[in-house]
């Protein structure tokens, strides 16, 4: 009876040492593994055996991506300017061995080190580079901790910087500078509109002037062929009466008589002062050489038709 509840007791022993030998490790986590107080190995994710007594747990490391908030600083610039400025810090640690045991407080250590570097980059630039600079800020920071955190076997993804405000006077003097800035701006976008303006209203009037001085041209040149028309038959007019003339028929003359004395009369009727005509020769004679000039017509037409 005494051999057997040995025996249990010995069993129920082996069970709770191999229970505590069991290190099992969750997903995102490296365990760090001492062998009598000096590190031996990395428990990665799962089930992992390390005879108890013997092994313990020495650090548990986090390997997944981890932020760390940078708080406020009051950092002076190369301008002598009062700014205050914070930042966060992405990270992750590629080596859990280096994190645990090659810096003492890594989240410390890393907070000291950026805020210091932030010192350093930021004050080696004026209030305005800051201001309009970010990007360049980030890359230079991110490359300088990134390099000086190496050893502790971590990787610096991304430095961020979230805000950065100048004093209030600084401030006011920018939305005062900047309203300037935009007013400016306005101005000469509206001198640009006018002038703009200006020079579409002078091109119209300039084609306007073209197509006038073509018009003028056109109807000079229209009014210069009708004339000749004009001339041409009046030419061929007289050439017909002088024929008819030297051919014996006195007649022809009446013609010209006949045209002047038309026009002398329609003179007379499209007078403004003349109420009354008083023609100076007897209506007979206009009838009788309206009758000549239609003997001269049938003796043109005539003799064409022969």
């Not at 069993?11 to 099992?24: H, N, Q």
């Not at 062998?35 to 650090?59: D, E, I, K, L, S």
């Not at 610039?77 to 890594?106: C, I």
């Not at 703009?196 to 003028?216: C, D, N, P």
Request: aromatic fraction near 8%.
């Amino acid at each position: 009876m005494a051999g057997f509840t040995l025996a249990f007791l010995a069993m129920i022993a082996v069970i709770i040492y191999l229970l505590v030998s069991v290190k099992i490790v969750r997903q995102g986590f490296n365990y760090t593994i001492e062998y009598f107080g000096r590190f031996q190995t990395v428990a990665m994710p799962g089930f992992n055996f390390f005879p108890a007594f013997f092994y313990r747990v020495g650090r548990k490391v986090n390997m997944m991506e981890q932020v760390l908030d940078i708080p406020g600083q009051e950092i002076i610039t190369k301008d002598n300017a009062m700014v205050a400025v914070d930042g966060v810090v992405f990270f992750q640690v590629l080596d859990a061995a280096k994190a645990a045991y090659e810096v003492s407080d890594l989240f410390v250590a890393l907070m000291n080190l950026t805020t210091t570097n932030l010192r350093t980059v930021m004050g080696s630039m004026d209030l305005d580079e800051l201001l309009s600079k970010r990007d360049e800020i980030n890359a230079r920071l991110l490359v300088v901790v990134d390099e000086a955190t190496t050893p502790w076997g971590i990787k610096i993804t991304r430095v961020e910087i979230k805000d950065i405000r100048p004093p209030v006077d600084i401030s006011n003097a920018m939305a005062r500078q900047m309203k300037a800035e935009r007013e400016k701006r306005a101005q000469i976008l509206e001198a640009e509109g006018l002038r703009a303006s200006e020079i579409l209203r002078a091109e119209g009037e300039k084609q306007s002037q073209i197509l006038q001085a073509e018009g003028r041209r056109e109807a000079a040149y229209r009014d210069a062929e009708a004339r000749e028309r004009e001339a041409e038959a009046e030419a061929k007019a007289t050439q017909m009466v002088s024929e008819a003339i030297a051919n014996g028929n006195a007649q022809a003359i009446n013609y010209f008589i006949a045209q002047d004395y038309v026009a002398a009369i329609s003179k007379f009727a499209t007078s403004p002062n003349a109420k009354t005509i008083l023609f100076p020769v007897e209506a007979t004679q206009l009838i009788g050489t309206l009758g000549g000039i239609g003997e001269l017509a049938k003796e043109a037409l005539g003799t064409e038709k022969k």
